[in-house]
T-cell receptor, first 121, second 113 residues
Framework: AQKITQTQPGMFVQEKEAVTLDCTYD???????LFWYKQPSSGEMIFLIY??????QNATEGRYSLNFQKARKSANLVISASQLGDSAMYFC??????????????????FGRGTQLTVWP | DADVTQTPRNRITKTGKRIMLECSQT?????MYWYRQDPGLGLQLIYYSFDVKDINKGEISDGYSVSRQAQAKFSLSLESAIPNQTALYFCATSSGGSGGELFFGEGSRLTVL
């Protein structure tokens, strides 16, 4: 089974500082995708960023970047210049891209248990 | 209006009752999913469907059933609800694109007493 590990149940960061949320994954596939989602206290799931396993450059989306280290099987999320509104639960997820998962380009996502980020003034 | 709509948003029911959670989407995606979220456990896949005639079990399908009535509609049923099915339920959709992120509904919070 695929496995996503987020080792930090909670993280704290001061406003305007950068923070890194850890994510490691376990897969024997060569082709896969990695995602980060944000879940504020209101409960909705918000897509933040995507990294394909064959992408050579780390993905970036505004203040979010994904530090992808394929050999270490890690996909850490970096949030620069934290804001109070960044306080939320953050989930790392992985999607296999193999025929065995009944999806030639898209299968289901496997989620980690999440990291609760708190940004303080 | 939301692209992925779940109803009801909140529901309290009693053990043994039948419950249906409904999901509709306007994104035109073929692929739809039902996830369950419990505190500290992330999201676990219950069922997923890649088109109207294709329905597959996820990791935790016991006690649940689904119906894909149309491309845009995917319903989750609890035939006889039990307290440990108390959770936040998410419907999601995705395309077959290279990125293929999931687009989530706002969630349905179910409490089984």
């Amino acid at each position: 089974a695929q496995k996503i590990t987020q080792t930090q149940p909670g993280m704290f960061v001061q406003e305007k500082e950068a923070v890194t949320l850890d994510c490691t994954y376990d897969t024997s596939d060569q082709s896969y995708g990695l995602f980060w989602y944000k879940q504020p206290s209101s409960g909705e799931m918000i897509f933040l960023i995507y990294q394909g396993s064959y992408d050579e450059q780390n993905a970036t989306e505004g203040r979010y970047s994904l530090n992808f280290q394929k050999a270490r099987k890690s996909a850490n999320l970096v949030i620069s210049a934290s804001q109070l509104g960044d306080s939320a639960m953050y989930f790392c997820a992985m999607r296999r891209r193999s025929l065995a998962d009944r999806g030639s380009t898209l299968g289901r996502l496997y989620f980690g248990r999440g990291t609760q980020l708190t940004v303080w003034p | 209006d939301a692209d992925v709509t779940q109803t009801p948003r909140n529901r309290i029911t009693k053990t043994g009752k039948r419950i249906m959670l409904e999901c509709s989407q306007t994104k035109g995606h073929d692929r739809m999913y039902w996830y369950r979220q419990d505190p500290g456990l992330g999201l676990q896949l219950i069922y997923y469907s890649f088109d109207v005639k294709d329905i597959n079990k996820g990791e935790i399908s016991d006690g649940y059933s689904v119906s894909r009535q149309a491309q845009a509609k995917f319903s989750l049923s609890l035939e006889s609800a039990i307290p440990n099915q108390t959770a936040l339920y998410f419907c999601a959709t995705s395309s077959g694109g290279s990125g293929g992120e999931l687009f989530f509904g706002e969630g349905s919070r179910l409490t089984v007493l």
